[in-house]
Each structure stands twice: as C-alpha cells, then as structure tokens.
C-alpha cells in the first residue's frame, strides 16, 4: 500500500531550524506535487511549502518566505522532499503533514498547487514544537 512518511520534527528553540524529510513507501509512483502543511489544535490545515515534481516549480506561505525551503531529491526520482525550516516561531507549533497529488489523475493547475483539498495521499504527521 502506498503511503508517505515523515521524519525531523522535534523541540526546538525559538529561531532555531528543523529539517523534515517526506518520502513515499513506493519509489515507482509518481505525484504531480508533493508538500508540506501543518494544522494546530483548533485550526485548519493549512499549506506550508509545495514543489512541482515536473518543473520544480515552488510554492509558499507568506508567512515563511525567506525562512523556510522546500526541495526534492532528484535521485532517481525517489520521491522524497525536505523542509528546512530557519527561524522558528512559536506560533509555529504545529503538526506538520507530508502530502502528494497522485500521477494518477489529471494534474490540477499550479494556482492550487498548496490547498489541502487537492491532495490525495497524506503521511502520519511529525510534531513541531517551538518553545524554550
């Protein structure tokens, strides 16, 4: 069965970084996009950071601009992406979930590349906790 698994969460402090890894169970399938979106208590998911898988074209929220990165491991199209994320926040706890938009069907538009309602597969989720 196919399915995505996350890795990196943790505790960390205020302004320091984390790096999650995403990748999915089977090397062979292929997603349109990949992503990462985190939901709190109470609140929606929303979209972190997406990367096109054709183009590597990039999607983020404004609110991490400039501190966060999405990338792919192009190695033989493993299917993996990563977030580094710099400069933490504490109203950035939150648990943090890898999705992908299947290969299998039609491929949405760019423009909704990052809404949780495009995708198909999720991970489990890793748990980000900023504080000190």
């Known amino acids: 069965q196919l399915h995505l698994v996350e890795s990196g969460g943790g505790l960390v402090q205020p302004g320091g970084s984390l790096r999650l890894s995403c990748a999915a169970s089977?090397?062979?399938?292929?997603?349109?996009?990949m992503g990462w979106f985190r939901q709190a208590p109470g609140k929606e998911r929303e979209g972190v950071s997406c990367?096109?898988?054709?183009?590597?074209?990039?999607?983020?929220a404004d609110s991490v601009k400039g501190r966060f990165t999405i990338s792919r491991d192009n190695a033989k199209n493993t299917n993996t992406v990563y977030l580094q994320m710099n400069s933490l926040k504490p109203e950035e706890n939150a648990g943090y979930y890898c999705?992908?938009?299947?290969?299998?069907?039609?491929?949405?538009?760019?423009?909704?590349?990052?809404?949780?309602?495009?995708?198909?597969?999720w991970g489990q989720g890793t748990q980000v906790t900023v504080s000190s």
């Open positions: 089977r090397f062979s399938e292929n997603f349109w996009y």
């Open positions: 999705g992908g938009v299947g290969s299998w069907r039609t491929m949405p538009a760019t423009s909704v590349m990052c809404v949780p309602s495009q995708y198909d597969l």
């Open positions: 990367i096109s898988s054709r183009d590597g074209s990039t999607n983020y």
